[in-house]
Each structure stands twice: as C-alpha cells, then as structure tokens.
C-alpha cells in the first residue's frame, strides 16, 4: 500500500477515536481528576453508563478491558470510565471520589443533554464496589446498575437505605469466592432491599442455546416497583469480566442488555405487594403457549403485565384457559378478576 494513503487512513482513524473518546480532567477537593467519556455520533437525550475500574487499574485498561465502547457506538449512549486516585476507590463516607462522580454527570449532561432517567453504573472489581456504593448513596440519580467480580460493599456505615429499589445484575465465577454461599448471601441482601421474590427461576446453562455454557443465570422477580435482579454466575470462573462465548457469555452485552431495560420513571403501574392473594387455591401455569388457571371462576377476566408493568394482554378467560402464544420467555404477572375478587399470580415462560 502507498505510504502516503497509509498514513492518511491512520490519521482519520486517530482522529475519529479523538472525536468519540476523550480524556477530561476536573479539579475535585484540590485535586486534579480524570476521567475518558466516548460519545458516539448521533446523540439525542442519550443515556449515560459509568463503567468503573478495578483495584490498580486505570481508565484506559477498563476501556480496553470491557470493549464497551463499540456497543455505545452502535446503541447510541455515553459511556465513562472515570480515574481512582493511585488506581484505588475510597468508598468512606468522607470520600471525594463520589462528589468526583456526580461532578461527572453534570459535566458530561451540560455538553451532550443526557437522559437523567437512564443513568447507570457498572464495574469490575473494586469498581462493582463502586456501583454498590452509587446505588445505596443514590438510588434517586442511578436507575439500575450492574457489578462484576464485585461483592455487596457498604461502604463505611455497614447499611445501605434506598430512596427507590434499583435493579441489579451480578457476575462472579465460583473460583473467585470462598464458597458460592457467601456470594448469594450477598444476593440475598439486596433482594431484601428491593422485596423480591426468594425463589429464582434457573437458567442453566445461559444462554439455553449454548451447550458449552459455564453460566448459570438466577433471575429474581418482580421486585417491587418492577424492579429485577440477576446473579450470572461462571462454574469454575476466576476474577473476571468474561467475554468469551464459547463457554461463557459477553458481559458488556449482557449489561448493557439488562441495564437498558430500566429507567427512574418505570415504576409499574401496578404495585405488586399491594394487591393481596385471595386465599383459596388459585394457580396458574404455562405449557405450550397455553396459560392454565386453577381455582376461578370458569368464564373470568384476566389481564397480563411483564415485568416493567406494561399491560401484555386482556384475555376473556373460557374453560380455565387461554392462549398466550408467540410471547417472549420471561416473568408476567397474571391478574385475575371475577366475582368481585381478584388475585395476583407470578408467571415463567420459558
């Protein structure tokens, strides 16, 4: 190749990576702070996702690490990867690294307009930590967020107090913790925090349609307000952020996949702890497209929400029964009326 069209064709790439990623300093408590922000063309109200990094770990290598950028590129939202000082994260309660942050979204939103209802944070390591500490301290200002090879940290008071319960998505291989136990201890906290159900619904391996997956996915709800949680975790997996497909899944697709879903203004119009369960036997159940009722009335109304709360279906049930084909796999929430009763019932379509 001519060395002259060469170097024109390295000079527009350079130059397009200083376009859409660029290295920012701010001066935080008397300290100079930086922090990489890629914003991709094309930008309208986007949202913003913090991916923080890991313990003697820097911007740049998280950056390079997650490759989220090119999923940012092509779902048209911001991404940041902020600077510890010394590569570490203070999580005390005295902590500038937090007014850092927030310094952050008012920085980025003042050039680029973004949605302050869909600002998120995800991490490895110390930077999970992080999005532990972001949503406990902030639940009113991060919609959902997403840790990884990160345990549950409360920073210096030991509690966290939520404002508004906020989705979560977990990743950890079972080599990278004591015993499985202690993560899901962990799980258990913040499904506690966010009044979800106790029992999961198992996809092992995840995705179904990988055989060779190491990954088993524990999906937890609705929680309250529509809310969910997700722990993935990697059978024999080491402190990572897994990427490889063969046997496991691509996380920066996975997190963005789950953090996309939700936003500060996406309470469910339904409040499920509200509704209580009449006391007779009434179940539902799902086979082949078709749902299945137990315990009503024999001609009833039924209405089907999803997990956000969105209205899926109004159905007149006949014969206990009806058809709820070419829906996709996941929880709904069936509300059953008649005879002046009504009961609240938790549906998994696989």
Known sequence: MNRKILFVIIFLVSLSTIVFAQTKNMRIAGVTRS????????????????????????AASEQSYTKMDQIADREKFIVVYPDAISKSWDLS?????????????DTVDAKYHIDKARIYSCGFSQGGFMSFQLACRYSD????????????????????????????????????????????????????????PKTSVVTRPYPSSNSNSLVTRLY??????????IADSVRTGQHEWPMNTSDRINNSEETWAFLKKFTLKSATDIQLKTFPVAQNSISVSYSCGIVRLQGTEENCRVRVFDTRGRCVSIVAVTQRQFDFKNEPSGVYVVKVSGNEKFSELRMVVP
């Open 93 to 105: 309660d005295t902590s500038h690294d937090f007014t850092f942050l927030l310094a952050i979204i």
């Open 141 to 196: 200002i991060f919609a959902a967020i997403a840790p990884t090879s990160g345990l549950i940290s409360m920073g210096g008071t030991g509690t966290c107090s939520l404002k508004r319960p906020v989705s979560m998505r977990l990743t950890f291989g079972t080599d990278d913790v004591a015993t499985s136990a202690q993560f899901m201890q962990n799980v258990a906290t913040w499904l506690d925090l966010c009044n979800c």
């Open 220 to 229: 937890y709800g609705p929680c309250d307000q529509g809310t969910e949680v």
């Open 35 to 58: 922090y990489i922000v890629h914003a991709p063309s094309g930008l309208n109200n986007p949202p913003l996702v913090f991916n923080i990094h890991g313990y003697n770990m820097d």
